[in-house]
Nanobody, 125 residues
Framework: QVQLVESGGGLVQAGGSLRLSCAASGRAFATYARGWFRQAPGKEREFVAAISYNADSTVYADSVKGRFTISRDDAKNTVYLQMNSLKPEDTAVYYC??????????????????WGQGTQVAVSS
């Protein structure tokens, strides 16, 4: 049974940084892309970033490009999201996700059947 567990969320002032982690168990994801999504109150869950299975490619939402960095450590079956220059509009619950289809770099929510429980990120102005 696949399980994803996020950690690292919290409250930070605008301009600050946080690093989210997502540890996977139940299956090795070395041949799968990994993704991060977020959901703000009253809004739909949206794509944030994804990394290819071999870490050669990354893709980001325009709203976070240049501020967020996704990375992975397959020895630990873990994916990270380094968030710098945080803004109040980054406030959301952040979810890590894993796809069912191997090798492909995916960014659509429907391509990810496995989700963590989410970690809250709050950015004060």
């Amino acid at each position: 049974q696949v399980q994803l567990v996020e950690s690292g969320g919290g409250l930070v002032q605008a301009g600050g940084s946080l690093r989210l982690s997502c540890a996977a168990s139940g299956r090795a994801f070395a041949t799968y892309a990994r993704g991060w999504f977020r959901q703000a109150p009253g809004k739909e869950r949206e794509f944030v970033a994804a990394i290819s299975y071999n870490a050669d490619s990354t893709v980001y939402a325009d709203s976070v490009k240049g501020r967020f960095t996704i990375s992975r450590d397959d020895a630990k079956n873990t994916v990270y999201l380094q968030m710098n220059s945080l803004k109040p509009e980054d406030t959301a619950v952040y979810y890590c996700a894993a796809p069912r289809i191997p090798l492909r770099l995916l960014r659509l929510r429907d391509d990810y059947p496995y989700w963590g429980q989410g970690t809250q990120v709050a950015v004060s102005s």
